[in-house]
């Protein structure tokens, strides 16, 4: 069974970082796109960044880019969201998720297994 656990979140104030961590495990890590999701109170979800299985192409949201970085740890099985000068508007509940399909890219209709999530709260 694939399970998808994140971790890293927390409270902060603007302009700090943090760095989310998922572990994956049920299935061969590397042969997986992955990415990180986000949805605030109030809104729907939307992807903040992905990262695809073979290559590691990465893509992100205009909202973030030159702020996170999306990348992977195919020994560690883990994926990172590193976080630098957040701002208030980026306080949402975090999703890490894993596409079931096999070299699967960013593009094309994912089929996503999702974390519980882990929530950032950035202070003004």
């Known amino acids: 069974q694939v399970q998808v656990v994140e971790s890293g979140g927390g409270l902060v104030q603007a302009g700090e970082s943090l760095r989310l961590s998922c572990t994956v495990s049920?299935?061969?890590?590397?042969?997986?796109?992955m990415g990180w999701f986000r949805q605030a109170p109030g809104k729907g979800r939307e992807q903040v960044a992905c990262?695809?299985?073979?290559?590691?192409?990465?893509t992100s949201a205009d909202s973030v880019k030159g702020r996170f970085t999306i990348s992977r740890d195919g020994a560690k099985k883990t994926l990172f969201l590193q976080m630098n000068s957040l701002k208030p508007e980026d306080t949402a509940m975090y999703y890490c998720?894993?596409?079931?399909?096999?070299?699967?890219?960013?593009?094309?209709?994912?089929?996503?297994?999702w974390g519980q999530g882990t929530q950032v709260t950035v202070s003004s």
């Open positions: 998720a894993t596409d079931l399909r096999i070299f699967g890219g960013c593009s094309g209709t994912p089929s996503w297994r």
């Open positions: 049920g299935l061969t890590f590397d042969e997986h796109a």
């Open positions: 990262i695809s299985s073979r290559r590691g192409t990465t």
